[in-house]
């Protein structure tokens, strides 16, 4: 039997859940944290430290030093970054039409002024040429010929008119005879005279009264001694402008066939090249552009901006094409009036509700060092100047 069977009371063993701790829990338990209340409370009464406040204080002053010293090394300088190489870009256009015989050019081709660049096919204008000529030739011919006739109008005229005159003299003469002859012939008896004799007498008077009449026109139609010599002079006239017509045609004629032969009006680089060899090309067809080695910077600067701006000062520039290129240069010219002013569509405010908005004025700045003659710049590539403006 147990001893709670015999009455008995059993023996308490040692309380393992003190006495059986292994000394490991003991020391675990004794390096267990404190809970966190009791480490905040701690943290309170420790004194906190200032150095964040005094880093952060120190950055502030070094910032303000900072913003300080860039205001005052930029306050006189203005820069904008809508800025622009700009240049001549010349279009160069057919003037007649034709097949391109000869190119002498290709893309992005440096050229000099004279050079020749083109051809087309020469031939109708040879012809055209030719024939004008020939026209040239007729019209001459056909003013000497009016010249001479008017030198002969200029004698032949008045002799003329003593010509009529004359006549119409001798025809009154003998109309004044047979007017005798008449008269005597219807005065005697007719017993005296024989009827031939008075019909000859009629058909004297007759006849020499006709002569009258003719001598008179011819006179009249004499007398245009004036009109004669003018008619003359303006058949003169009328030459020698046939003559010039025929040699402006010439002229004319020759200049198309110049316009053939296409030729470099100045140095530059020919671009945007659309034409080849064999190319069929219409008079006004624009076949390239040549643009010219002078380039400058056009900058739209805002209107704030343009206050102590002026032509002469100096202008740096920065190329984003080309980070190590620096090139310095001046102000040129302001240009009077903003770019929204010459504008194709200008905008127009016509609402009742106007919202001020801020222009930019082109400024043309002149390009004076730092550009290698040997390698220019594209046009409209993106820059950036700075203007020192006091």
């Known amino acids: 039997m147990n001893a709670r069977a015999r009455g008995e009371k059993p023996e308490r063993g040692p309380d393992k859940s003190r006495d059986d701790r292994s000394p490991d829990d003991k020391e675990s338990r004794r390096d267990k944290p404190e809970d966190d209340s009791d480490r905040d409370k701690d943290d309170d009464n420790k004194p906190r430290s200032r150095w964040p406040l005094i880093i952060l204080a120190i950055v502030v002053v070094i910032a303000a030093i900072a913003g300080g010293i860039y205001w005052f090394l930029t306050r006189n300088l203005e820069s904008t970054d809508d800025a622009y190489t700009d240049g001549n870009a010349v279009s160069y256009a057919a003037q007649v039409s034709g ?3 000869q ?3 290709n893309d992005n081709t440096f050229v000099h002024a004279g050079d020749h660049l083109l051809k087309i096919d020469p031939r109708i204008y040879i012809a055209t040429r030719d024939q004008d000529r020939a026209s040239l030739s007729l019209a001459r011919a056909q003013l000497s010929s009016a010249q001479v006739a008017l030198d002969i109008a200029r004698v032949q005229a008045p002799a003329s008119l ?9 025809a009154q003469a003998n109309k004044s005879n047979a007017e005798q002859g008449y008269i005597r012939q219807h005065a005697v008896d007719p017993r005296a005279t024989t009827q031939t004799s008075i019909d000859q007498a009629n058909a004297q008077m007759r006849s020499t009264t006709a002569s009258v009449a003719n001598a008179q026109a011819q006179v009249k139609v004499a007398d245009l001694v004036q ?3 003018q008619s003359a002079e303006d058949t003169v006239r009328q030459r020698e402008a046939q003559v010039a017509q025929a040699e402006a045609s010439l002229s004319q004629a020759e200049v198309n066939l110049s316009y053939t032969d296409l030729i470099a009006p100045q140095d530059g680089y020919i671009t945007r090249r659309n ?3 064999g190319t069929y090309v219409q008079a006004g067809q624009q076949v390239f552009y040549i643009v010219t080695p002078q380039v400058w910077i056009t900058a739209n600067f805002k209107e704030g901006q343009l206050a102590d701006m002026h032509p002469g000062q100096h202008v740096s520039i920065d190329v984003d094409a080309y980070p ?5 240069g001046h102000i040129d010219s302001i240009q009077q009036g903003s770019g929204a002013r010459f504008s194709t569509f200008p905008a127009e405010n016509a609402t009742g509700n106007f919202v001020k ?4 004025v082109p400024v043309k700045v002149i390009i004076d060092s730092g550009l290698d003659n040997n390698h220019g710049l594209p046009l409209g590539i ?3 100047p700075t203007v020192t403006v006091r």
Do not use: G, M
Not at 162 to 170: I, P, S
Not at 324 to 328: A, C, D, I, P, R
């Open 162 to 170: 003593q010509q009529a005159q004359a006549q119409l003299v001798e």
């Open 275 to 277: 034409v080849d060899l």
């Open 382 to 384: 993106s820059v950036e």
């Open 357 to 360: 908005i801020v222009r930019r």
């Open 99 to 101: 097949y391109v015989t």
């Open 103 to 105: 190119l002498n050019i």
């Open 227 to 229: 009109q004669n010599i």
């Open 324 to 328: 190590n290129l620096h090139l310095q």
